[in-house]
């Protein structure tokens, strides 16, 4: 493809004065308008942000590659600024944020493989240091067209010969686009210095590219997982030596990672990795293979969230319209009216699938550490964690362990299979049995004594502690009593601790001894606070402290925050538990004792949206919302980027 077919003397931009991310894209997004390439220069230009919004689109070198896809773009195309002075503002993968090269692509609503096809040509062509020092020093637009097409009119790779070593690479990252494309070319280009053929397999945004074959797979030395996801079907792989990594490494040091295969891989893959000779294997950092886990079953768990958040929230809303508030309540059940009928199994609906949360969650933490045999002895643990057992054994007044138990026995269950599965040994014609029945029967076999014996008790305990402590501060002063009530009700959003005080401060309103306003204020503050944090960090520091993954969980948080669904904000404590909870229960506290000091009293179990009407003297309400969602916002992303400054946390 020639880059200049989809782009024009009129669309490239040299030496521009533009001084901002804002100003540049404006400018781009005008000249695609004026050149007739979009028809709607504000739909196209919102497209764009968005895009921007999920993950950075700045890179190494200066660069950056904003897209947006719209059904308002005509045809493929793109525009280029060249800027005098870098911005500073633009999010890059390697937290420079300092771009002087702009290209900003417009594509097609529909158009999936005209989007991916300029942007992987455009991206391999900036991968070359020589071609961008070129373009950064054409001295006119002709000059810098000829610069692209002469960078993609390249030779043809020199074919190696079939003899000669093969590795076998897999690319993936969350947008599934750039970074993708990038990192695969990246270790070509390492391995065609050293002759070894990469085979690269990308898994992005249209699927799976360039797919290895059974036979490749025989025939290479390994295999490097270069990818910010869970790359797709791992069990090829079993018997090869592996490495994995994230998907901007190969930028960084591609040769490196060949090296790092071929000498020193991090173990051999799935049901034969025990076979690795122990000079052969490099294990994993406790701490690394805590962080890989939770990011792992969070990516997996957050649509559990937001497919059972959409239910409640549709179901609430719709019988809010009909003057229900309660519409979960079972006298719903066999209402005359079939809408609330329908309105009400739709809300349970959504809290039946919020109930899969945890094993979810706990399913994948441990199929990323022990990969299959981990998987079902996760689930059974998440289950525990959510409090299935108690629902199915029939057993009353059990309280739950929640995310904390979910992390803890998702975790062991990881560690556990994974143990066995390298110790355990079969002779071959048994050892289809180890990853289907040995490994996972004996894994699910310790999990039901670790918590039968130390989660449910542990946290049961805690839980008690919690209610009896309400209760015996039940008679204190106003202020004191709405802070124990709302820092409990942040510390878990939704889970046991907050159904303690959530039983305790429901029956205290319903005796009329102490309303519900701090209850009702704590459920709603943490999820939008911290929802407002991933939107605002760019804005506050001047860089984001969330990944991308965390961007997209925080808008879905921002909004069931304010439909009063807390677990939408779940992802951010499993992930950050210590910073979380902390910040939550402060920023809780802080907006229910504003609110209660202004002379604010909600008496209704009702903090969505539809109930603040319903509050006496909502001005006082509103204020102590406002101010302990901008206190869990800011504080996050103050917090998150001393850490980052420091060292102690590291943003993908």
């Known amino acids: 493809m020639l880059l200049s077919h989809v782009t024009s003397d009129a669309l490239i931009f040299l030496d521009q004065p533009w001084s901002s991310r804002e100003i540049i894209l404006e400018n781009l997004c005008q000249r695609l308008f004026d050149a007739g390439k979009i028809t709607d220069k504000a739909a196209f230009l919102q497209a764009v942000w968005h895009r921007e919004s999920l993950s950075e689109t700045g890179f190494e070198q200066g660069i950056a590659i904003p897209h947006g896809k719209s059904p308002t773009v005509l045809q493929p195309a793109f525009a280029v600024a060249r800027l005098t002075k870098p911005v500073a503002d633009w999010p890059t993968m390697d937290g420079e944020d300092q771009v002087d090269l702009v290209f900003l692509l417009a594509v097609p609503e529909k158009d999936d493989e005209g989007h991916l096809r300029v942007l992987s040509t455009l991206s391999t062509a900036l991968m070359d240091e020589a071609n961008v020092a070129a373009l950064k020093k054409a001295d006119s637009v002709a000059a810098f067209l000829a610069t692209l097409d002469g960078v993609n009119n390249t030779p043809a790779k020199p074919v190696l010969p079939a003899s000669s070593q ?221 409090g299935l057992h108690y629902t199915l054994w029939g057993v009353s007044g059990g309280i739950p362990s929640g995310f904390l138990g979910a992390l803890i026995l998702g975790l062991l269950a990881g560690l556990i299979a994974d143990h066995l599965n390298r110790h355990i040994r079969l002779h071959k014609h048994l050892q289809a049995m180890k990853p289907m029945l040995i490994v996972p029967g004996l894994t699910v ?152 000091s202004l002379g604010s009293v909600q008496w209704l179990p009702l903090p969505a949206i539809w109930g603040w009407p319903l509050v006496q003297n909502l001005p006082a309400y509103l204020t102590g919302m406002a101010s302990g969602i901008a206190f869990i916002a800011l504080a996050n992303v103050f917090v998150r980027y001393h850490l980052i400054k420091r060292g102690r946390m590291a943003i993908e």
């Open 166 to 386: 093969s590795i076998i690479v897999i690319t993936a990252c969350s947008a599934g686009i750039a970074h993708t494309y990038m990192a695969a070319e990246a270790l070509e280009k390492a391995g065609a210095a050293r002759g070894i053929t990469m085979l690269c397999e990308k898994q992005g945004a249209s699927g799976i590219e360039d797919a290895v074959t059974d036979a490749q797979i025989a025939r290479a030395q390994g295999v490097i997982f270069a990818t910010s996801v869970p790359p797709k079907g791992k069990a090829r792989f079993n018997g090869k030596p592996y490495i994995s990594t994230s998907v901007s490494e190969p930028l960084k040091n591609a040769d490196g990672l060949i090296e790092r295969l071929l000498h020193q891989p991090d173990g051999i893959m799935a049901e034969t990795r025990e076979q690795a000779a122990p000079a052969q294997r490099q294990q994993p950092r406790f701490l690394s293979t805590l962080y890989m886990g939770v990011s792992s079953g969070i990516s997996y768990m957050i649509p559990v969230i937001v497919a059972g958040g959409l239910m409640i929230g549709i179901g609430q809303l719709a019988a809010s319209i009909f003057g229900v508030t309660d519409i979960g309540n079972n006298r719903y059940a066999d209402h005359a009216s079939e809408t609330l009928v329908i309105l009400h199994f739709l809300t349970l609906y959504g809290a039946m699938i919020m109930k899969f949360m945890y094993p979810v969650f706990a399913a994948y933490m441990a199929y990323s550490i022990a990969d299959r045999p981990g998987l079902v002895p996760g689930f059974i643990g998440g289950a525990f964690a959510g």
């Open 445 to 596: 076999l310790a999990i039901f004594f670790i918590n039968f014996y130390f989660v449910d008790p542990v946290f049961g305990g805690i839980n008690q502690f919690f209610q009896r402590f309400i209760v015996a501060h039940g008679t204190g002063s106003t202020l004191i009593l709405a802070m124990i009530i709302a820092s409990l009700t942040a510390f878990d959003l939704g889970g046991p601790v907050n159904k303690s005080a959530g039983a305790i401060a429901i029956g205290l309103a319903a005796d009329h001894i102490f309303p519900l306003t701090a209850r009702v204020l704590a459920i709603v503050i943490p999820p939008i606070g911290i929802g407002l944090a991933t939107i605002i960090d760019r804005y506050i520091v001047r860089q984001r402290v969330f990944d991308e993954n965390q961007r997209i969980t925080g808008t879905t948080s921002l909004i069931l925050g304010f439909l009063a669904i807390g677990e939408g904000a779940i992802p951010f404590m499993l992930k950050n538990p210590l910073i979380t909870i902390s910040i939550n229960m402060l920023g809780a506290v802080l907006g229910a004792v504003i609110a209660i």
